[in-house]
């Protein structure tokens, strides 16, 4: 079994303390600004029921925008920001400006040119508009058009969707595969189609909103089980089957078991031989999501399965987008025919949404043959090889210069922690001024005391890059950096209206 390096460093105490105390005072004064909009002392950009519907059923209710209104749109100028250019390893980002304090945003018509980008999920590099890819959408955009108009059971199954399915599932090793346009409805629309009333979905707690709310549609019985802990999902397993269904204690219809190949936030990697052999003992189902995984993970990019080295028969739900390593949009399940068969005549995504987009097909087919090494060249290996050269070489000089950060050794999605509320909004604005793009994440994406930054690591991604990112010009090897210049914002912030 493949050795397992995952960090997940506990929150200091002092820093912890001193989070919370960031945001009471940030509390403090956004109930002392409400107080003030209430009395027209300070203007209020907020939606508000107008005085006559006053006794009306309330449409908006009010306190449920306290956090947006008052926390979130002081650093909301670090999210949103259009981009005019590929979002390739480098892009370039539309200037603009707020005069209201993040209320409203003008565009100077300036553009902020070749931005390190480290936030999109462009792990291979494909997100490009030249070069081999690039070429083969456009010839099937002049052959087959841009939409297809109908579903694929009615007039939108196409030959460019069957020879991509037929190739997806020999990339995943399985039987047979079907895709669909959107990556998210793939989960929500499919896991429905699975599992009803008389099942039971153990989920991760950091599974994806989209498994979360095909969980929840589907009308199953949901427990969540400790992120990666397998024996909190082998209690609930055990408990399953001693105790069955509430109140009639009849056996579950099915259990099926909902985990992620690389889990977006945490950077971790799911302990899958290990969450197989619970299947087995349990016989219980389970369903993979390999969003980020597929393409980023394996000696030959096919995901976690790939990289532990196991057989794709022992996975009995296989679901991947296109949306990170291929560079396209959409998603697939695989598996077995007498299930792809079911999901094509049970799925909601299959009998109502539109097909997909024909040159994002051409799109996917192609980046995936290079992957596979079936275009005659060694791009794919090459890219594949870049990409694990990369993450190392990342993870380990941002834990030279001190930095806290989590996850798996091999994982493309580095979360640098930043902890403190006011450290949100200063890291992100000092990174693009000195031309790095990234994602920083807070409450109530994620816990109170766990604010971060996310990096994403690229193929496209070179060694300078990397070095820029790790040490930006002009930020002494310290961590005092963040510090003052989160002091700083943190003070302008609860002054500024």
């Not at 998603?331 to 987009?357: F, N, P, Q, W």
């Not at 060694?378 to 990369?390: C, F, I, P, Y």
Request: charge should be positive; hydrophobic fraction near 40%; proline fraction near 4%.
């Amino acid at each position: 079994m493949k050795p397992f390096l995952e960090s997940f460093e506990e929150t200091p105490l002092l820093v912890a303390v001193l989070t919370y105390m960031g945001y009471g005072i940030l509390t403090i004064f956004g109930y002392l600004r409400d107080f003030l909009r209430h009395w027209n002392i300070e203007k209020c950009h907020v939606a508000r029921e107008r005085e006559e519907q006053k006794d009306f059923v309330p449409l908006y209710q009010d306190f449920e925008n306290f956090y947006t209104r008052n926390l979130y749109m002081r650093i909301r100028d670090n999210w949103n920001r259009p981009i005019c250019s590929v979002p390739g390893a480098k892009m370039d980002l539309v200037e603009r400006v707020s005069r209201d304090y993040n209320w409203t945003f003008e565009h100077t018509g300036k553009v902020v040119k070749d931005v390190i980008n480290m936030g999109s999920y462009n792990y291979l590099g494909f997100a490009e508009n030249t070069g081999t890819c690039a070429d083969a959408a456009i010839e099937a955009t002049q052959a087959y058009g841009v939409g297809v108009g109908s579903s694929r059971c009615e007039m939108g199954n196409l030959d460019i969707h069957e020879e991509m399915e037929q190739l997806v599932a020999r990339f995943l090793g399985v039987e047979s595969s079907m895709t669909f346009g959107m990556g998210f409805a793939t989960n929500s629309m499919n896991i429905p189609a699975l599992t009803g009333k008389g099942c039971l979905i153990l989920s991760d707690e950091l599974n994806h909103a989209s498994l979360v709310l095909g969980a929840r549609l589907s009308g199953s019985t949901i427990r969540v089980f400790k992120h990666n802990n397998m024996q909190s999902l082998e209690k609930l397993l055990r408990d399953a089957i001693v105790h069955g269904q509430p109140r009639t204690h009849r056996p579950w219809k099915k259990i099926l078991i909902v985990v992620e190949g690389i889990y977006s936030m945490e950077g971790s990697i799911v302990r899958l031989p290990e969450v197989i052999a619970l299947k087995k003992r349990y016989k219980a189902y389970l369903y993979l999501d390999e969003a980020h995984s597929i393409g980023a993970l394996g000696p030959n990019g096919r995901g976690v399965v790939d990289y532990f080295g196991l057989d794709p028969k022992d996975v009995d739900i296989m679901m991947g987008t296109f949306t990170k390593s291929f560079g396209a949009a959409g998603g697939y399940i695989g598996g077995k025919k007498e299930l792809i068969d079911y999901l094509r005549r049970h799925s909601h995504s299959a009998l109502y949404a539109t097909s997909m987009s024909p040159p994002v097909a051409q799109q996917i087919i192609t980046s995936m043959k290079i992957i596979m090494g079936e275009d005659g060249t060694t791009l794919g290996a090459d890219r594949l090889r870049q990409l694990s050269e990369n993450t190392t070489y990342f993870r380990r000089k941002l834990r030279e210069m001190g930095f806290i950060i989590y996850g798996n050794d091999d994982s493309p999605v580095v979360p640098m922690m930043l902890y403190m509320p006011a450290k949100i909004g200063a890291f992100g604005r000092e990174m693009l001024k000195r031309n790095i793009g990234t994602v920083v994440v807070g409450f109530p994406a994620t816990p109170i005391i766990e604010s971060r930054a996310r990096f994403c690591v690229s193929a496209a991604h070179t060694r300078e890059m990397l070095d820029t990112v790790s040490h930006p010009k002009g930020c002494p090897k310290h961590k005092i950096t963040l510090n003052s210049m989160a002091f700083s914002t943190f003070i302008s912030n609860i002054t500024n209206r």
